[in-house]
């Protein structure tokens, strides 16, 4: 009867414990803040072809090979071809860094410096942060 | 021994008819056309929270009761938050034309006259034209 009593009092205790210092009894998953942007470029028309197949094989690399890549969904304007819009979703700005020094990254970056007349990368805030594209 | 032949000879030319007329054997699945567009908001900096509940509502019910909207994704500017973009992807043009006559998005259109100050509706095409994006 004794011992009774002092394992609820030990378990009171723990829970007790537990629930006032709000001990992770399972780890929490850490919540990623998403990293969202707009990239808004100009290419010059007489290599457009070119930049765009550089920019085709960086994407599906990306998206291949980098899990913190979550989203690079690019398309062209039809009144204005070559005006290209990028929407970019990265799982955090660590992923983002990470994919920045990857070798498909480096070979877009350096292959296509030449034909990129104007870039404009504009940071956002998704409106609802929860949700996530995913490619199929 | 002849019925044999016959039957040889009957199916040799019924795959040789299918070959050069290229029948269909299987109905091939028809290719839809998804359209793909960027639309660009400024908003009134005094109805600003309000739209965006308004256009958060919109977005979510499109998502679930909508198969033809493939992806509704907006964001807005960190340095001019008044600037919406959104990034819209339908089956195709059918099924934005069911698209803007659902009550959903009827009450987003007339709810948020009054605070749109600009809209440009910018027809694309999209890079990787195979590439699908869904929600989660």
């Known amino acids: 009867m004794k011992i009774s009593y002092f394992v609820i ?6 829970i ?5 210092f709000q001990l992770p009894v399972r780890p929490r998953s850490p919540k990623k803040k ?18 765009k ?3 085709k094989e960086e994407i599906e690399s ?8 979550q989203s690079l969904y690019a398309v062209t304007e039809k009144n204005n071809p070559t005006h290209i819009t990028i929407l970019e979703i990265y799982a955090d700005t660590a992923a983002y860094q990470l994919h920045i020094q990857t070798p498909h990254f480096l070979k877009y970056k350096t292959g296509t410096k030449e034909m990129v007349k104007s870039l404009e990368l504009v940071e956002t805030v998704p409106l609802i ?3 996530q594209l995913k490619h199929e």
Not at 16 to 20: E, F, K, R
Request: glycine share 2%; net charge negative; hydrophobic share 50%.
């Open 9 to 14: 009092l030990i378990v009171t205790t723990i």
């Open 16 to 20: 007790t414990t537990l629930t006032i």
């Open 34 to 51: 998403p990293m969202v942007r707009l990239a808004r470029l100009i290419i010059d028309s007489m290599q457009l072809e070119s930049y």
């Open 53 to 55: 197949s550089f920019l």
């Open 62 to 69: 990306s998206l291949r090979l980098e899990p913190g890549v």
């Open 129 to 131: 942060p929860e949700m």
